[in-house]
């Protein structure tokens, strides 16, 4: 089975722009969370999705937000991009069910604002 | 709620020394425990897992025991590798918690030859 994957691996953007990541789980699973990761806050949870719905947020302002599929695909956005947004964006998906499942990491997405 | 407290590093070992980073946790419900790890500009993989209270977690090497009574998940291996530095995460995942994993800060391991 392919991993997840995540485009794009880099991205460079300023103050202000908006910015689309995207991440493929692997087939057959239907959760997706996204992290934040930096050398300073460590892996900060975003959220996650199950079949199109939003089950969990983080806590994040507004600018970040997320959405999933049909086919369990997803994206995250960041708009009015902020110097601190920068940092390793992670997808992360998980084989269906409802107890805590382990998580299948994606390589990430770095985004650098500036 | 939930939270998870390992060990700050970076631990600096020998290869063949014997390694040990403490991992504690704080969970409202029955988590499952986990350690994952990430090498250099890669995403995070799980190295073991353990679902219930004395499981004990194994994979290339490593292991960790699920301690109740102490709220405890530390990771050891016996002989380390050049090849096992890495960064190191130990992380809770419960239904109490709403379906997110909650991931401690990360311990930087290098290993020299």
Not at chain 1, 44 to 69: I, M
Not at chain 2, 73 to 88: P, R, T
């Amino acid at each position: 089975k392919a991993g997840v994957t995540q485009t794009p691996r880099y991205l460079i953007k300023t103050r202000g722009q908006q910015v689309t990541l995207s991440c493929s789980p692997i087939s057959g699973h239907r959760s997706v969370s996204w992290y934040q990761q930096t050398p300073g806050q460590g892996l900060q949870f975003l959220f996650e999705y199950f079949s199109e719905t939003q089950r969990n947020k983080g806590n994040f302002p507004g600018r970040f937000s997320g959405r999933q599929f049909s086919n369990s695909r997803s994206e995250m956005n960041v708009s009015t991009l902020e110097l601190g947004d920068s940092a390793l964006y992670l997808c992360a998906s998980s084989s269906p069910g409802q107890g805590p499942d382990t998580q299948y990491f994606g390589p990430g997405t770095r985004l650098t604002v500036l | 709620g939930n939270s998870v407290t390992q060990m700050e590093g970076p631990v600096t070992l020998s290869e063949e020394a014997f390694l040990t980073i403490n991992c504690t946790y704080t969970a409202t419900g029955y988590p499952s425990l986990f350690w994952y790890v990430q090498y250099p500009g890669e995403g995070l993989q799980l190295l073991l897992k353990a679902t219930k209270a004395d499981d004990k977690g194994s994979n290339k090497g490593f292991e960790a025991t699920y301690r109740k009574e102490t709220t405890s998940f530390h990771l050891e291996k016996g002989s380390v590798q050049v090849s096992d530095s890495a960064v190191y995460f130990c992380a809770l995942s419960d239904l109490a918690g709403g379906f997110k994993t909650i991931f401690g800060a990360g311990t930087r391991l290098f290993v020299k030859a």
